[in-house]
Protein backbone atom coordinates (compact mmCIF):
# COMPACT_ATOMS: atom_id res chain seq x y z
CA UNK A 1 0.00 0.00 0.00
CA UNK A 2 2.76 2.45 1.07
CA UNK A 3 5.02 1.40 -1.94
CA UNK A 4 1.94 2.01 -4.35
CA UNK A 5 1.25 4.85 -3.16
CA UNK A 6 5.01 5.93 -3.16
CA UNK A 7 5.20 4.52 -7.16
CA UNK A 8 2.37 6.70 -8.15
CA UNK A 9 3.66 9.84 -6.69
CA UNK A 10 7.16 9.45 -8.20
CA UNK A 11 5.05 8.22 -11.52
CA UNK A 12 3.32 12.12 -10.83
CA UNK A 13 6.49 14.03 -10.44
CA UNK A 14 7.96 12.32 -13.34
CA UNK A 15 4.49 13.69 -15.46
CA UNK A 16 4.91 16.70 -13.99
CA UNK A 17 9.27 17.22 -14.52
CA UNK A 18 8.49 15.86 -18.11
CA UNK A 19 5.80 18.55 -18.46
CA UNK A 20 7.75 21.31 -17.10
CA UNK A 21 10.46 20.55 -19.65
CA UNK A 22 7.62 20.75 -22.18
CA UNK A 23 6.43 24.31 -20.96
CA UNK A 24 9.93 25.25 -20.75
CA UNK A 25 10.88 24.42 -24.24
CA UNK A 26 7.68 26.21 -25.81
CA UNK A 27 8.18 29.42 -23.58
CA UNK A 28 12.06 29.40 -25.15
CA UNK A 29 10.72 28.52 -28.91
CA UNK A 30 8.19 31.07 -28.13
CA UNK A 31 10.67 33.91 -26.86
CA UNK A 32 13.01 33.20 -29.61
CA UNK A 33 10.08 33.59 -32.24
CA UNK A 34 8.75 36.99 -30.80
CA UNK A 35 12.39 38.15 -30.59
CA UNK A 36 13.12 36.79 -33.98
CA UNK A 37 9.94 39.13 -35.27
CA UNK A 38 10.37 42.14 -33.15
CA UNK A 39 14.50 42.10 -33.99
CA UNK A 40 12.82 43.44 -37.51
CA UNK A 41 10.52 46.34 -37.01
CA UNK A 42 13.13 47.84 -34.32
CA UNK A 43 16.17 46.86 -36.29
CA UNK A 44 14.55 49.49 -38.95
CA UNK A 45 14.10 51.43 -36.65
CA UNK A 46 17.29 51.74 -34.95
CA UNK A 47 18.75 52.02 -38.62
CA UNK A 48 16.44 54.96 -39.20
CA UNK A 49 17.36 56.68 -36.23
CA UNK A 50 21.38 56.39 -36.35
CA UNK A 51 20.26 57.84 -40.31
CA UNK A 52 18.17 61.05 -38.35
CA UNK A 53 20.61 61.35 -35.60
CA UNK A 54 23.63 61.36 -38.27
CA UNK A 55 20.99 64.14 -40.36
CA UNK A 56 20.59 66.43 -37.13
CA UNK A 57 24.94 65.90 -36.29
CA UNK A 58 25.60 67.28 -40.07
CA UNK A 59 22.91 69.64 -40.38
CA UNK A 60 24.64 71.40 -36.56
CA UNK A 61 28.05 71.32 -38.09
CA UNK A 62 26.97 72.69 -41.29
CA UNK A 63 25.04 75.83 -39.82
CA UNK A 64 27.68 76.60 -37.26
CA UNK A 65 30.34 75.95 -40.12
CA UNK A 66 28.79 79.27 -40.97
CA UNK A 67 29.37 81.02 -37.72
CA UNK A 68 32.82 81.52 -37.36
CA UNK A 69 35.99 84.19 -37.93
CA UNK A 70 36.28 83.95 -41.67
CA UNK A 71 39.69 84.66 -43.67
CA UNK A 72 39.01 88.06 -43.30
CA UNK A 73 38.73 88.35 -39.54
CA UNK A 74 34.76 89.23 -39.72
CA UNK A 75 32.06 87.23 -38.80
CA UNK A 76 30.87 84.14 -41.30
CA UNK A 77 27.57 84.55 -39.56
CA UNK A 78 26.33 88.58 -40.51
CA UNK A 79 28.98 89.59 -42.53
CA UNK A 80 30.36 91.96 -39.67
CA UNK A 81 33.81 93.12 -40.20
CA UNK A 82 34.68 93.80 -36.31
CA UNK A 83 35.00 90.88 -34.35
CA UNK A 84 31.86 90.41 -32.05
CA UNK A 85 32.00 91.66 -28.23
CA UNK A 86 30.53 90.68 -25.14
CA UNK A 87 27.76 93.21 -24.19
CA UNK A 88 28.66 93.03 -20.79
CA UNK A 89 32.06 92.91 -20.31
CA UNK A 90 33.61 93.62 -23.79
CA UNK A 91 35.23 90.95 -24.30
CA UNK A 92 35.97 89.27 -27.59
CA UNK A 93 33.57 86.25 -28.24
CA UNK A 94 33.41 83.74 -30.88
CA UNK A 95 30.63 84.10 -33.75
CA UNK A 96 28.93 80.69 -32.71
CA UNK A 97 28.82 82.16 -29.31
CA UNK A 98 27.66 85.51 -30.34
CA UNK A 99 25.21 84.39 -32.83
CA UNK A 100 23.62 81.05 -30.72
CA UNK A 101 20.24 82.09 -30.06
CA UNK A 102 19.72 82.54 -33.93
CA UNK A 103 22.16 79.22 -34.67
CA UNK A 104 19.59 77.29 -32.59
CA UNK A 105 16.64 79.29 -34.23
CA UNK A 106 17.91 78.29 -37.60
CA UNK A 107 18.28 74.75 -36.37
CA UNK A 108 14.88 74.16 -34.72
CA UNK A 109 12.91 76.07 -38.07
ZN1 LIG B 1 28.09 88.00 -36.48
Known sequence: MTSRRSNSSGLG???GVVLLIGLAILIIK????T?????VPFGL??????????????RRAEVEGRAVVDAG???????SRIA???LDTGGLVMP????????EATLAA
Open 45 to 58: WWVYDQVRQRTVVN
Open 73 to 79: GGCGWCG
Open 35 to 39: AAILA
Open 13 to 15: AVV
Open 84 to 86: HRD
Open 96 to 103: ADFHRDEI
Open 30 to 33: WALI
